[in-house]
């Protein structure tokens, strides 16, 4: 079986595929990988990669349309940024001028014809790679968000690229669901438990024991600083100094200095594996994106959400709801929010079982079945 993975071009979603993508190959079958930008990461896991848009990343492709297309941008800036489709609808705008991208991952699938295409949740181009070569379409979840119907929508948004390439949706089309039971929205599609993969590393000296004070994870993702800088952290910055904890702050390759002079108990560092942070962390800070959430919950580690767009109102009522979290908006963070994140046994408890029920889902190998069912390859 030839397996097409058509993951948006971001690091996250492209490495929330990579132990889907192992256990295929392990089991024997061809596996590509069809990304660009920071999903290029995904090479660094051994695995087979096609940049579908060489020269280009998403967030630039985003602020290059936004400059040709200044209409797009103040529909953007005039949105309720806590409606999901309201959000997602200019995103699909935006996805209509940039072709290079979706040239890719369709000329990827018409050159090495795969047998299946796994696609990122709302992501256009898979869905029209897909329809092209006329295989089923699964969508990888990323999340704790179901989007059910929702290809149509893609559909309706996304007319002039479907015209461009003379399809429909595809025929066929499933979902991996890699939602914890007690926050799903819904039983819709094969359930698999979430691997958090964040790359490869070696463990630093100061990461392979607990800090001798709790250590608190800070993060705000791969994509959220590119667009909006690194002013939610003000606000936890200014709180750091009364609070007996060292805040760790994993911000990636970007430009710092706006954070001026910190207190000597935050530091700042750039690219760290999630999943190596959380393992010495007593709680986790970020922007409530499907990754960090997801990575915190499989560590049994509570945390704060502090959203600001689509999805991430979402994920931080989600886990509000379920107790093993805080939402609360960056300019609202308070001390008691903190505190609460390293005193409060009762987010730790929420957060401790959420990890035993992720631990009982179905294993990635459940899924190979599934797939060599849907398309009839050994």
Known sequence: MRVLFAATPGANYALSTVPLAWTLRLAGHEVLMATGGDGLKAKDAGLPVEDIMPGHNAVG??????????????????????????????????????????DGVVRAAEEWRPDVVINSPQYVGGLLAAAKVGVPVVEHGIGLIHYDGFSEKL?????PLFERYGVELPERQYAIDIAPPSLAQNTRGWKMRCVPYNGGYVVPEDFRTAPERPRIAVTLGTMAPAFGGLSPLNKLIALAADIDAEF????????????????DNVEIRGWVPLSLLLRTSAG???????????????????????????????????????GAGIAQAATELTKEAIDSLLHDASLRTAAAEVREEMRAMPHPATVEAHLREITGKD
């Open 61 to 102: 492709m985003v602020l290059e349309t936004f400059a040709k297309h200044p209409e797009l941008a103040g529909e953007y800036a005039g949105i309720d940024h806590a409606d999901f489709d309201a959000v997602q609808r200019v995103y699909a705008k935006l996805t209509n001028h940039q072709t290079v991208m979706t």
């Open 155 to 159: 559909r309706e948004w996304n007319a």
């Open 248 to 263: 760790l702050l994993a911000l990636g390759n970007v430009d710092t200095t706006e954070l001026g002079t910190v207190p």
């Open 284 to 322: 986790l800070v970020h922007h409530g994106g499907a990754g960090s959430t997801l990575a915190a919950l499989a560590h049994g580690v509570p945390q704060i959400l502090m959203p600001e767009e689509g999805e991430r109102y979402a994920n931080a009522q989600l886990i509000a709801a379920r």
